[in-house]
């Protein structure tokens, strides 16, 4: 018995592998007509992916990345980089983090943007970075393909940050935006926000976008804090260190301190620093209708229905014990149901012993 149960064990336990590891796979062996070719390369840490970047990556919370080659028939190639973070929150800002203003804005998965050869787009929690030998007209429709073929995050995890929510759309230069988690990826892109300034300990989130205005360029800087209370308390921070009102100019709304540098005395850095205003949504769930548990017609309906069951349960019992009491008087005459008028009942007579008496 032992031993079956073993083996039942072993067969499913071996069963379930192909799953586990068909759910870890990230990219698909074939769409559009391209087949993957040759050894799929793992990462399951930053710096086997990217040395050069590994800190950010982990800021984004990458979590493994699968590179491939791809054939088609006609001999064109194709190579896919694909990574993999905990959230759509980082897939979000990787893309940021590696796009490039001069590249142009795709319609493929969630965001995408492409340079010559190079097309780098994201869907969920996965991040892509496609390289083709040679780019065609139907490129952006084969990797519009594989986007919905790629995994996507469960639950909450698939929710976009709402930062991007709040900047402007008028000046705005294309592909600037950076959304940043980290102390690293604040100082590759430049900020003029130090990481001591900001706090990362109180988990902020920074978005920054360039805009063209008639003063110049200017750099909008969104810091979004957990509470209002620690963005009131990060405010006097910014306001107090010697950089405020010369690189950076700052105000807050919410919980969120937004900052503008460059030209910060400029009509146009002014204008955008007062052009972000935060907006509580308040959620009052309230009956738009009577519910079939609090309507009266229901509950009569529902007395009524109870009172026709009674009645029927009623004539059930009573035609069978009527029927039972005359099968009874047929077959078995002068029984319970059925005694005798002379039966002889026992009487005490007691007006008669006390008449006798006197």
């Known amino acids: ?37 040759g050894e799929v390369k793992t990462a399951g840490q930053p710096g086997q992916a990217d040395a050069a970047n590994a800190a950010v990556l982990n800021e984004y919370g990458f979590t493994g990345s699968e590179t491939a080659t791809y054939k088609r028939p006609d001999g064109r190639t194709l190579t896919i980089a694909a990574s993999r973070f905990k959230d759509a929150t980082g897939a979000y800002g990787a893309f940021t983090f590696f796009r490039d203003p001069a590249m ?38 084969e990797l519009r393909e594989l986007a919905g073929m790629l995994p996507e995050a469960a639950a909450t995890a698939a929710n976009l940050p709402n930062l991007p929510e709040y900047l402007p759309k008028q000046g705005v230069v294309e592909n600037s935006a950076k959304y940043i988690l980290g102390p690293q990826a604040l100082a ?19 978005l920054t976008q360039n805009y063209t205005t008639a003063d110049g360029p200017v750099t909008l800087m969104l810091v979004q804090y957990p509470t209002p209370q620690i963005a009131i308390e990060r405010l006097r921070a910014f306001q107090a260190s010697p950089d405020s009102g010369k690189t950076f100019s700052a105000r807050r709304t919410g919980p969120i301190i937004v900052a503008t540098s460059g030209n910060v005395e400029s009509s146009g850095a002014k204008a955008l620093l007062n052009s972000v205003n935060y907006e509580a949504e308040v959620t009052w769930n309230e009956a738009t209708a009577i519910s079939k548990r609090d309507n009266i017609g229901n509950l009569l309906l529902a007395v009524f229905g109870l009172i026709g069951i009674l009645l029927v349960f009623g004539l059930i019992f009573g035609v069978f014990f009527g029927g039972i009491r005359l099968l009874l008087t047929r077959y078995f005459p002068g029984t319970v149901f059925d005694l005798p008028e002379n039966v002889e009942i026992l009487q005490l007579h007691l007006r008669d012993g006390s008449a006798a008496d006197k």
Request: hydrophobic share 50%; net charge positive; glycine share 6%.
């Open 1 to 37: 018995m032992k031993q079956f149960l073993k083996s039942i064990l072993l067969i499913v336990v071996v069963g379930t592998l192909p799953c586990a590891a068909a759910a870890q796979n990230i990219l698909p062996k074939s769409f559009a007509g391209w087949m993957q070719t």
């Open 104 to 141: 142009k804005v795709e319609r493929i998965g969630t965001k995408a943007a492409s340079a010559n050869e190079r097309i780098l787009f994201f869907r969920s929690n996965v991040l892509v970075d496609a390289k083709f030998d040679r780019i065609t007209g139907m490129s952006g429709a």
């Open 188 to 206: 590759a892109t430049k900020t003029p926000l130090s990481a001591d300034l900001v706090s990362f300990a109180t988990e902020p989130e920074i």
